[in-house]
C-alpha cells in the first residue's frame, strides 16, 4: 500500500494527527505508544523540535506498521530526503511552498502543506498535494471550512489545525472537515506519556460521542 493511500486509511480510522512539537528523542517512544494505544495512528515531529530527525526515526522504528510517522514545520524541500532517510512517511509544512510538496510527491510521501484561502489549496493540489491543512483555525471558525469545502475536492482531506480542544471538533466535522492536527492540546514539552495518554483518549473519546 502506498504511503497515501495508508493516510487516507488511517485517517478514516481515526481523524487526528498528533504534532509532538518539542519532543526529545529520548521521550518520543514512550509518547509514540500512548498516542497508538489510545487510537491515534498519524504522527508528526516538527523539523523545529529537539533534534527531530533522531525522533523520527526512533518513533519509526517503534511503531512499524501501527503509525504513519513524518516530519511538520518542513521549510526546505532539502529536508524530506532527510526525513525519508530517517523513516518518515508523512511531510506537513505551515505553508503553501510547490518546491516541498514535490519533492514529498516525488519520493513518495504524504503531501500534507498548510493553507488559508482557496488560492492556496487549489495552488496546493496544483502541486500534487495528497491532503491540505488549513492553519490557523484559530481565524477560520466552521463556517470558513464548508464555504471552502463547497469548492475544494471532496477527495481530499481537509485538517484543521489550531487551537483544535475536544469539544469544538463536532462542529468542524459537521462543515466538512476531514480531521484535525493536535499540538500543544495534546503533547507540550514536560509532559509525561500518562499526560498524552489521557489527552489523546479525551479526543478519541469526543469523536466517539459524535455518533453516539
Known sequence: MT?????????AQCPLVAILRGVRPEEVEGVGAALVEAGIRIIEVPLN???PLASIARLARACGADALVGAGTVLDPADVGRVADAGGRLIVSPGTDPEVIAAAVAAGMVAAPGYFTPSEGFAALRAGAHALKLFPAEAAPPAVVKAQRAVLPNNVPLLVVGGITPDRMAAY??????GFGLGSAIYAPGMTAADVAARARAF?????QEHA
Do not use: C, E, K, M
Open 173 to 178: 466535522r459537521a462543515a466538512g472537515a476531514d
Open 3 to 11: 504511503n497515501p493511500a495508508t493516510f487516507a486509511r488511517l485517517l
Open 49 to 51: 523540535s529537539p533534534d
Open 204 to 208: 478519541v473519546s469526543a469523536l466517539g
